[in-house]
């Protein structure tokens, strides 16, 4: 079949290339395969070496391993009226013999034939007899294309049930033998296009038949060889390679997209005066009582570069938990005050919300600022415009500076909400910008004309991830934590310590501290073992009484979470037992103890967030991670919380160990999907597609 007209063959529906019947067509939409490029991009899930079988008189209990045997009996037994099955498999290769099962799952009947032969993988969980419970199996048929589905490395695909693994394997290796020449370069990444690329980085690669041939750009192969080596390698080394190659063509992609909104915005917008004068800064940098640290000013300096420049600030502020953003944020907000312009900033919840304001109010009332807050339980109406409706250019033009000036607004994403207008709007700060995602962002962004942007986060953020989902912003970075903060000490528990976890806290409330313990539910109607805050919070009223013990969840009232959190403020209530919801917004300096019960079900930046609530004060700090320790990468884990408070240390690490999705929720951070790209691993692929990017733009 001649392949058809199509700007990127790629994109050329199956059906186009191949006659596939409808039942293969339906596995295949199934896997989110529709194009040809979707059919040959199917990454295999592992290789197997299939020089290496297992016998079956070998195979040991719970340890995974491959072996093949000849099928000498098949049935499936049925019981409850028919709406319960299991179908069972018996193969023996002379050495004993393995019992498969599929529970449920009857057609896998139509799929095995007595006398036939078929390899098995999976792990076994009982040895009498030797029985293996949903394995992957694949029948060894005899033919032309046998060499594909027994020459190591072998890929494995994620299939659906019903998708056998020789059929989908031997049509990529057909596709591939008819239409490799369609592949095109999405970029030109050939040394003629970057000449500058040095002759020793180029190397050589076995094509599929055996020819040699010269690698592309950057040492990797071409795009048409890296898709065969993915699935046909003939060294396991091979498949690694060809995943980075196919990676950085994600990774390019991005990068373009990155580049090309910020050089429109760079050639489109005209940047708002925002540099101020200083006649506001100054008099609150007095009332402080304390000296910003040498890192707090030079991100300072960096921000005023931005605010009097041609173009809109686009900045990243990173710090740890207690470096100061908040009073470097003040700063920035005070310059485009001073300048005549309003000023928003959003924040992820209505408890740091309110903590924004309550602390931004107490700064700025002295000065004759006014913050006002905004939140879905407290809409204040729409601002007064500065300026006069009657002059188009009036909403680009400085307001007086004679009071009274612009006002601060203070809410969460009820400021994006439609029909509430904030006119003369030139500072955008968004704080924990990993808890919103990107269009959010943007919507927030377009209540004004072109305002200047800060964003603000105190999850470090893995290099590979500041490049990726913040590649378009610039990065500031307050390396320094202020003088007279208390050292905190973090320690792993058992469960069976906390006798003497709750008797040392009840030695700190006696020298006038307080404390925070956390658990993972609200209630335990959620499921599971899991211990629920509502339950706990009974339990702990009585074991330290009779100090006050509040309760703080996401489910209460916003009148219930301001009182409790007043009360705590006030060292009215002694300990506070709460969710994660206290992982941001939450600034008691009294507060030195913080107890996490059920330590392994939060993630170690999570973790690290929620340790950030306590230290915040000159007095020394105890975390106590309460965990059931199962595994030794669990205790791997929160050995990397005793060890160090560096937060980019412990972001790297809990990168490598969940991945960006989990890291900082896909849905809200606006994380893209790659299908070949590791960001754990791969950030010297990020930062050669960065470089490539801005050469593809110019």
Known sequence: MSPPASPNPLDTPVTAWRRIGAERLAQLARLNIQSLGDLLLHRPRRYEDRRHFRPIAELQLGQPAITRGTVVALGIKRWRHGRKSVFELILDDGTGRLHCRWWNLPFMEKYFQQGTEVMIYGRPNSLKPRTIDHPETEAVDAGEETFVHLNPPVPVYPLTAASPQPWLRSLIWRTLQQHKAH????????????????????????????????????????????????HFPE???????????????????????????RKRLQTSARALPCVGDNHLIRPFLDQLGFK???????????????????????????????????????????????????????????????QHFQTFSRWFRLLGVKARLRTGNRKSSNLEPQTSNLDPDAATQPASRNPPYPVLTIGTQALITAGFDLLNLGLVIIDEQHKFGVVQREMLVRKGSYPHLLVMTA????????LTLYGDLDVSVIDQVPPGRGRIKTFVRAADKLAKVWEFIRGKLEQGRQAYVVYPRVEESDGGELKAVTKEWEKLRRELAPYAVGLLHGRLKSEEKEAVMNAFGGHRVHVLVATSIIEVGVDVPNATVMVIESAEQFGLAQLHQLRGRIGRGAHESYCVLVADIKTEEARQRLKVLEETTDGFRIAEEDLKLRGPG????????????????????DVSLVERARELASQIIG
């Open 459 to 466: 999850t470090p953020i893995p290099r590979t991830l500041g």
């Open 662 to 681: 989990e890291l900082l929720g896909r849905e809200q951070s606006g994380m893209p999907s790659f299908r070949f790209g590791e960001l754990a691993r």
């Open 235 to 261: 060294v396991l080394a091979d498949a690694e390679i060809a995943r980075q190659r196919l990676a950085l063509d994600e990774f390019i992609g991005l990068q373009v997209e990155i580049q090309t909104r």
């Open 183 to 230: 592949i095109i370069e999405p970029y030109a990444l050939t040394p003629s296009r970057f000449p500058g690329e040095p002759e020793g980085v180029r190397r050589t690669f076995r094509g599929p038949v055996g020819e040699t041939r010269t690698g592309g750009m950057l040492g990797l192969p071409a795009r048409a060889d890296a898709i065969h080596m993915l």
């Open 292 to 354: 910003l640290t040498g890192s707090q000013t030079k991100v300072l300096r960096e921000i005023r570069r931005d605010l009097g420049g041609t173009q809109p600030m686009r900045r990243l502020l990173q710090g740890d938990v207690g470096a100061g953003k908040t009073v470097v944020a003040a700063c920035a907000a005070l310059m485009a005050l001073e300048s005549g312009y309003q000023v928003a900033l959003m924040a992820p919840t209505e408890i740091l919300a309110e």
